[in-house]
């Protein structure tokens, strides 16, 4: 087992225009986040990951990037960057990047010439093709909805778009293109910055021909995901990007993929192919969606949340590195979705917290996620900001007649604005956001839930991440030992064994509002030294063959 900083870190995930706003335009900005570095320092984080901030038309809330050297002028100026950079090194803290090159905005430079004519010279840095048939080049639809073509008359062509038809695909096979991505990467790093995180890098590669996807009865358009996930070449492009761009840096990177399995994983993250770091896997981000998608909200079944980490928690055990999450910017707060928001939030808050932090991997926290905040519920559609609950809202309520109290609890529970909600500062107005309008409503629970309240009571979740923060930098085990699961079929209760060298963890949570038996199997080795941490409270290092356990308990032991 390698040893690195970033596996030993804490990660914390900004969403700038929500974090924190210092000018009054009701938009988070980056010296709206130097004012709270030392808040994140007080927290215990090593890395703090930055989405977005570079210069954009904003359709895609900053994915979808005009200038990628460039800042965007609602976050404030480059000036402004160097400075938040300055205060997070200056605390010993490092700075990740987002970097989205699967595509750029359709305001960049390079597609705006690209449109002018078939012969230009930036026309092959993207993915143009004649239409069929007086149709789309091939069936597919975009993730926002629709076709993932659009047509454009001046050149008699459509060009692909996966996401937003803002968002058109760079053509990867260009090795001009690579190039470019490459020299603009090192400029970032020369600049300071210590890694990426790399959104949807799986997609890349497109398989030649770019066939048709199976429609599904009742669609137009079918998903072409087998056709662009981990496709024929990204392996190629990864170790190139890898050789070209990240050489020679000691950066961490980690690639967002959706559709990635563990043997691809181990490929990704094997740090003998020179490719990543971890990935970002979403099998559990799934495991409550029903047959028809994200949408189609069914309850999770704790078995199969076992059996999918510990897939990942054992398949890349001594070969690649997991990333640890239970929510970010793309998905709904963890304490609303995994826990209970309501009678048991504290409680369910930091029982989920330690049942991630206590596995192997990297652990991520998003903005928000360590005060307790919870999914929203707004009265109206037009409350809703992000393109892709719209795009939904759509096609399901406007042009297709279904029932829209049915399509906003969809929203309620899924919708990528629960995450986006502007973070909770106080009890002041706007939750001390912003002096001025916010861009999206702020969840009216910021009175009882915010950071002020969180840091004044020693008991709250905020204090308990610290603990857990804390207990990474002192115990190896937590970050390097391996994990074996016990009790795969219980429904209610989720405990595993961590070993290092002589070193062991005990780890039982609750993930129900029951008082639940716990009884350790006798063929699990483990004899317990002390009680290492709990969200209740103290309890007895010898009580660990067999607990009740409260609603949503979480208890550590230490042992051999």
Do not use: C
Not at 322 to 335: A, E, G, T
Request: glycine letters at 8%; aromatic letters at 12%; charged letters at 25%.
């Amino acid at each position: 087992m390698h040893h690195n900083w970033w596996k030993e870190s804490v990660v914390y995930q900004i969403y700038p225009r929500s974090f924190n706003d210092s000018n009054g335009d009701g938009i988070g900005d980056l010296q709206g986040i130097t004012e709270k570095v030392d808040y994140l320092k007080d927290l215990g984080v090593d890395v703090v990951w930055l989405s977005p901030v570079y210069q954009s038309p904003n359709d895609d809330n900053g994915y979808d990037i005009s200038d990628y050297q460039a800042i965007m002028a609602e976050f404030g100026t480059m000036a402004d960057w160097e400075e938040l950079l300055a205060a997070l090194h200056q605390r010993g803290m490092k700075l990740i990047m987002d970097l989205v090159v699967n595509h750029s905005s359709d305001e960049h430079v390079w597609f705006q010439e690209a449109k002018k004519s078939k012969d230009n010279p930036y026309r092959d840095y993207y993915i143009w093709r004649p239409g069929k048939n007086g149709r789309e080049p091939n069936n597919w639809k975009s993730n926002f909805g629709g076709s993932a073509w659009e047509y454009d008359p001046n050149t008699d062509e459509y060009y692909l778009h996966l996401f937003s038809k803002k968002q058109p695909d760079l053509n990867w096979e260009n090795p001009k293109l690579r190039q470019e991505v490459y020299d603009m990467m090192k400029w970032w790093l020369d600049k300071g910055i210590d890694g990426f995180r790399m959104d949807v890098i799986n997609f890349i590669s497109k398989v030649p021909g770019l066939p048709d996807g199976v429609v599904k009865s009742g669609e137009t358009y079918a998903s072409g995901s087998r056709y662009y996930r981990n496709g024929p070449r990204i392996h190629e492009f990864l170790h190139e990007m890898n050789n070209e761009a990240l050489a020679g840096y000691d950066v961490m990177t980690v690639g967002e993929m959706p559709g990635v399995d563990v043997e691809e994983a181990k490929k990704y993250t094997d740090p003998s192919r020179n490719e990543l770091d971890m990935v970002f896997q979403f099998e559990h981000m799934g495991l409550d969606a029903g047959p028809n998608g994200k949408w189609d909200v069914k309850p999770l079944k704790l078995t199969d949340l076992k059996a999918n980490i510990s897939k990942w928690q054992e398949g890349l055990n001594g070969i690649g590195w997991n990333s640890l999450y239970l929510n970010n910017h793309d998905q709904p707060r963890m304490v609303s979705r995994f826990g209970d928001d309501g009678e048991h939030r504290i409680e369910s808050a930091k029982m989920l917290a330690t049942f991630l932090h206590m596995l192997q991997g990297t652990p991520y926290i998003y903005q928000g996620e360590e005060i307790g905040m919870t999914n929203v519920r707004f009265d109206s559609i037009e409350d809703y900001r992000d393109i892709e609950i719209l795009n939904m809202y759509q096609e399901k309520v406007v042009e297709n007649g279904e029932d829209p109290n049915k399509v906003m609890e969809s929203i309620y529970a899924k919708g990528r604005d629960n995450a986006r909600t502007p973070f909770q500062w106080d009890d002041s107005k706007n939750a001390g956001f912003t002096t001025g309008e916010p861009w999206m409503k702020v969840n009216p629970n910021y009175r009882t839930i915010n950071a002020k309240q969180a840091r004044d009571d020693a008991n709250s979740i905020y204090h308990y991440y610290r603990k857990l923060i804390r207990l990474r930098k002192r115990h190896p085990v937590i970050v390097y030992g391996d994990y074996q699961l016990i009790l795969p079929e219980d429904e209610q209760v989720y405990a595993y064994l961590r070993s290092y060298h002589d070193e062991k963890l005990l780890v039982i949570t609750n993930f129900s509002g029951d008082h639940v038996p716990f009884e350790l199997p006798a063929d699990a080795a483990f004899t317990a030294e002390e009680s290492l941490i709990g969200n209740y409270g103290d309890f007895p290092a010898d009580s660990y063959t067999r607990v009740t356990l409260k609603p949503y308990e979480a208890r550590v032991y230490k042992g051999k």
